[in-house]
């Protein structure tokens, strides 16, 4: 099992930045593939970014240059860090990790507020 608890989010102006972390415990070796996706009530969730083991990494279309995934592998942590926020990034922000175990399985965290607002 992993469990997952993201962290750094709340209210944020326009064109402000938010970094987001989200630390990792359990069966971490097991974790090959780590991510971030968003949701809005009432609208599908989408990714965000994604982080390999190996550093590989990809982001959503509307990133736009604007968000970086990263990895702490010492404090078992991933982080987003999001700079020039705009109105439409408010959405739930929620931790994902895919891992390898008897086969592959999904572990989410909670979810983190993200608001951009004035």
């Known amino acids: 099992q992993v469990q997952l608890v993201e962290s750094g989010g709340g209210l944020v102006q326009p064109g402000g930045s938010m970094k987001l972390a989200c630390a990792a415990s359990?069966?971490?070796?097991?974790?090959?593939?780590m991510g971030w996706y968003r949701q809005v009530p009432g609208q599908q969730r989408e990714l965000v970014a994604i982080?390999?083991?190996?550093?590989?990494?990809d982001y959503g279309d509307f990133v736009q240059g604007r968000f970086a995934i990263s990895r702490d592998n010492a404090k078992n942590t991933i982080y987003l860090q999001m700079n020039n926020l705009k109105p439409e990034d408010t959405a739930v922000y929620y931790c994902?990790?895919?891992?390898?175990?008897?086969?592959?399985?999904?572990?989410w965290g909670q979810g983190t507020q993200v608001t951009v607002s004035s």
């Open positions: 982080l390999t083991r190996s550093g590989t990494t």
């Open positions: 994902n990790h895919k891992a390898v175990v008897s086969g592959i399985v999904d572990y």
């Open positions: 359990g069966n971490i070796a097991s974790v090959t593939v």
